[in-house]
């Protein structure tokens, strides 16, 4: 009730960008995810250890964990730093308003990236990917991890702005319950076009 609420008033003064939520899933459940109910963050790094493995007989055991760390334990360290004491869309309120620095999804997904960039990993790729494009209210940001050279769609979803307060959320990209996600660079493309269509439209009048 209290994340429906929150919706609705963000959307009452159009101060979502950049990351929303579905209103009509906001309270399902989040099957086959790991959610904050799960014990310890470290349960939680043997859990997403595990799955990064599982992509791949490829994939180094020593890079599977020094992934699953990194989105664990990083994204808490950013939610000190941006001040994040509020459930997301609250959050993202308070971003839009000046009132904290960072923490709308593509901020968590830009960190996410450039930590596991660093680290230069041989046996995964990185994918930037987001939902509801079409709508900016809804449209939500996040990276992907896959086994080097495996599609997208064979990736897990690693998004510490979901639950809040920088907890991650990880699920298999075909498996998320909320969202289905297209490559970054195919939502661009398709935005190019439809700002190019829209000029034209404009300038034919």
């Known amino acids: 009730m209290i994340l429906r609420m929150v919706w609705a008033l963000c959307l009452g003064l159009g101060l979502l960008a950049g990351c929303g939520m579905p209103e009509d899933k906001l309270a399902n459940g989040e099957a086959r995810a790991f959610t904050a ?11 997403l250890t595990q799955a990064l493995m599982d992509l791949g007989p490829g994939v180094d055991p020593a890079e599977a964990r020094r992934a699953a760390r990194i989105a664990v334990m990083e994204p808490l360290v950013w939610a000190r730093e941006w001040n994040v004491t509020d459930p997301p869309l609250l959050h993202n309120m308070k971003v839009n308003n000046g009132q904290r620095p960072r923490g709308l999804c593509k901020d968590w997904a830009d960190d996410l990236e450039r930590a596991m960039r660093a680290e230069r990993f041989r046996t995964f790729d990185l994918h930037r990917a987001i939902a509801n494009s079409r709508n900016i209210r809804l449209e939500h940001s996040t990276l992907i991890l896959t ?36 490559p970054r660079q195919q939502v661009f493309a398709w935005k190019r076009d439809w700002k190019a269509r829209a000029r034209a439209e404009t300038a034919a009048q």
């Not at 109910?37 to 859990?47: C, D, G």
């Not at 997208?152 to 298999?172: A, C, H, K, N, S």
């Open 37 to 47: 109910t799960q014990n310890t963050e470290e349960a939680k790094v043997m859990a």
């Open 147 to 182: 086994a080097k050279g495996a599609p997208m769609e064979t990736g897990i979803v690693l998004d510490p702005w979901r639950q809040g307060l920088g907890r991650l959320y990880f699920v298999g990209v075909t498996e998320d319950p909320r969202y289905v996600w297209e």
